[in-house]
């Protein structure tokens, strides 16, 4: 049932109850305390009232003369009555009695001893035949300063308790207010808690959050959500292996967690866009920052990373047996033509001249594959070469193969070599394709001093000088976007995987473009390095 009652009345009966418990236990220990001060308090005034009888002269004397007068009892009853004492009560040595309210006993001996019989004052409280009392015994000294008798004057408990009653009611007074200032400050604090979560139960706020580590942790997106000044608060296990992050993340700011770069931007929204496409060492990630707004105020931000490696890996080699496909299709419509004339030679009756013709056409390609298949290796570079030699031709463009190419073997991947030299030969392709003059690509591979060096060159418009720290920048392009196909992905792969081996890459500014790209096949990392060079006879390298 406690469970069951909203957020504002659990708070509200929680403090009510620690409020009743705390006053209640204070007013109790205040009216111990101020007991226990007003009975020594009383105790004292009735042994000061009881000193001053006993240093009475008129009292002393008749005590020591045995009081034939009897003039000990009405002195002793104008001082009661003049103090508001219960008794004032005179004896001698042995207890008898001189005075008393009740005169029965007047002449009756005390029944416990004589408490001053010791020279000294005495206090405590006497439960006598009047009731329970405030008490104070004082000597009485005679003549010769020898203890004659004793003074003992006592002030009932209701002078007390009406006095006690009367700060109670004080504490009484205190502790209502504070219950109700209590009251009020605890539906005040309900209502800013209510406030705060959006007006949702306790049993509400679990579930959700139950919820939300089922979904964080069970989707194959990573997400990542931050406060209002850039701390993690919310990470999930898919957004840790995205974003290589093994340590402890909650509320730490996300920009000590990533190294500088734009992922970093992005998620800290430095830079802004959404569905960007950052490529990090191991991934190609979609970046998507949305601000957080939540009854019109803001609540942080949800960053989500969606892992495109794998898709755009197949976009791309699907877009690459497209271009094989044509540049098939291209060479069957050639072949067929190829055909027809074989055929009509034939039919002409000129056999001689069909087998010369037969043997040409054959030559040269077979010559191009043979002369790639024999100065390049391994055979997987080589085939790529040669096909785009034939998609090349298909865009009418020229790509050529330089002579003095000669590759063998070199121990680095075969996949990132493969990788490097098609994506620049595409890019090259794609640079000159459509421009207007000559349309020309050279290749060069080689493998000199211990590293394969490829020289890409195009006679396309080049890179422009502003654009030479951009051009390696994943998600830039200056090209028109392509449907199917994400741009400014080609050049940052080539970036990375040239500083994964630990190569160099020589970027030269238009008119024409040219990539020198250097990759160790020893074995041997050195510091990645991206050169600029100015346009000139031999281009200067800037390291």
């Known amino acids: ?71 000990i009892d009405p002195m002793a009853e104008q001082v009661r009555r003049t103090t508001g004492a219960a008794y004032v009560v005179v004896t001698d040595r042995t207890g008898l009695r001189y005075s008393h309210p009740n005169p029965d006993l007047i002449g009756q001996r005390l029944e416990e001893p004589v408490a001053a019989l010791d020279g000294r004052g005495h206090t405590g409280i006497d439960n006598g035949s009047l009731g329970r009392s405030a008490n104070g015994r004082a000597p009485l000294l005679g003549p010769d300063g020898a203890v004659a008798g004793q003074v003992s004057v006592g002030i009932l408990e209701e002078q007390v308790s009406s006095e006690l009653m009367g700060r109670i009611l004080w504490v009484l007074l205190y502790s209502a207010v504070a219950l109700a200032i209590g009251v009020g400050a605890s539906w005040l604090l309900a209502h800013r808690i209510k406030r705060a979560t959006f007006d949702l139960e306790l049993s509400e706020i679990v579930a959700l959050l139950q919820e939300r580590e089922a979904m964080l942790h069970g989707i194959r997106e990573g997400v990542v959500g931050l406060d209002t000044v850039g701390r993690v608060e919310v990470i999930n296990d898919e ?31 430095t830079m802004c866009g959404a569905d960007e496409v950052v490529l990090t060492d191991e991934f190609l990630l979609v970046v998507n920052r949305m601000p957080v707004v939540l009854a ?72 191009q594959a043979g002369d790639l298949r024999a100065r390049i290796s391994p055979p997987e570079l080589a085939a790529l070469l040669l096909a785009k030699v034939t998609i090349a031709a298909e865009r009418d463009v020229r790509l050529t193969v330089s002579p003095e190419s000669h590759l063998d073997l070199p121990s680095i991947e075969t996949k990132s070599l493969l990788t490097v030299l098609g994506n620049l030969i595409d890019n090259a392709v794609e640079a000159v394709a459509g421009e207007l003059g000559p349309r020309r690509v050279d290749v060069h591979v080689s493998d000199v001093g211990g590293a394969v060096r490829i020289v890409v060159t195009d006679t396309g418009p080049g890179i422009a000088h502003d654009a030479l720290e951009k051009v390696f920048t994943d998600g830039y392009s200056s090209k028109a976007p392509r449907e199917g196909m994400r741009r400014g992905l080609g050049l940052a792969l080539v970036y990375r995987l040239v500083h994964r081996a630990g190569g160099s890459i020589d970027v030269t500014p238009g008119p024409g473009a040219r990539f020198e790209v250097r990759l160790p096949n020893t074995g041997v990392p050195h510091e990645y390095r991206v050169r600029r060079a100015r346009r000139t006879t031999e281009p200067e390298r800037v390291s």
């Open 1 to 71: 049932m406690w469970r069951s009652r909203p957020l504002a009345s659990q708070i509200l009966l929680g403090v009510l109850g620690i409020l009743v418990a705390t006053v209640s236990a204070g007013t109790l220990l205040y009216a111990k305390l101020t007991r226990e001060t007003l009975d020594t308090q009383y105790g004292q005034r009735a042994l000061g009232i009881a000193m001053t009888v006993a240093q009475m002269p008129t009292v002393r004397d008749a005590l020591v003369a045995g009081d034939p007068g009897h003039t």
């Open 296 to 367: 019109g105020r803001d609540a942080g931000a949800v960053i989500t990373l969606r892992d495109r490696t794998e898709m755009e890996g197949l976009v791309r080699e699907l877009d690459a047996v497209t271009g094989l496909t044509t540049a098939l299709r291209a060479q069957e419509h050639e072949f067929n033509n190829r055909l027809h004339v074989l055929s009509g030679l034939l039919g002409l009756g000129e056999p001689d001249e069909a087998a010369r013709y037969l043997a040409e056409i054959s030559h040269d390609y077979t010559a």
């Open 239 to 269: 957004a840790r292996r995205l974003l290589g992050i093994s340590t402890a993340a909650r509320g730490r700011r996300i920009a000590d967690l990533l190294p500088p770069g734009r992922l970093r931007d992005l998620m800290t929204g």
